[in-house]
């Protein structure tokens, strides 16, 4: 992809801003195939001419656009994690991380997935739930010292990632049928986190069977 040159001028700036609100605005309206050089420019009230000195053509803006959103999510989720105060008990901490996989997570998933089928990647597909449970994770275990599990690098990531599924699945069975009770499936993903993180024993190796919660 061609990235689009740098404005210099605070009307050059203003112009590719425009160009690229328009070509969001379209792709949301219409997916990709309403992304037309012309629509786009209408949109922006600018000129087929200005598109050209930014972009070499509609792929060369979904490209752009992919990156934008992508980078947009991953922002909103950084602000997320950073914005709010981690310094609370492991149930609390816990409790916090389940709502945001249940809830934020899913909406930034589908967006860094859509903005991904934009275009054919010149690179893998990224793997959109990494980033958010490595962050969590390590928020988890600042409370380390609450967690029973024998490996708790490892335990909190196992929890974290079926959480992340967990979420996923019935979000997917949920879209031919009645909407999940939200309050009682956040519940359950609660008590499963706490239990695999505290109430394991570190010596005999007894565990929690993780999968009750489909029992």
């Known amino acids: 992809m061609q990235k689009p040159k740098p404005p210099k001028q605070n009307r050059s700036r203003k112009t590719l801003e425009c160009i690229v609100s328009a070509g969001l605005a379209l792709l949301e309206e219409g997916g990709p195939d309403a992304v037309t050089v012309q629509a786009v420019v209408a949109r922006a009230g600018s000129s087929v001419g200005s598109f050209y000195a930014r972009f070499r053509g509609k792929d060369d803006l979904l490209a752009h656009l992919r990156q934008h959103l992508c980078a947009s999510v991953e922002a909103e989720w950084s602000e997320t994690l950073e914005g709010s105060s981690w310094d609370e008990s492991l149930p609390a901490v816990a409790a916090r991380a389940v709502d945001l996989l249940l809830d934020l997570r899913p909406r930034c998933d589908a967006r860094v997935r859509a903005a ?100």
Do not use: M
């Open 116 to 215: 991904e089928r934009l275009v054919a990647a010149d690179r893998e597909d990224p793997q959109p739930g990494r980033d958010a449970i490595e962050g969590l994770a390590a928020r988890l275990l600042e409370r380390r010292h609450e967690i029973s599990h024998p490996d708790p690098e490892l335990a909190v990531r196992i929890a974290l990632t079926a959480v992340l599924g967990i979420g996923e699945r019935f979000r997917n069975e949920t879209q031919t049928a009645e909407a999940v009770d939200f309050a009682k499936l956040r519940a359950e993903c609660l008590q499963l986190v706490l239990s695999y993180l505290t109430d394991r024993s570190s010596g005999d190796g007894s565990s929690v069977d993780f999968f009750d919660v489909w029992g």
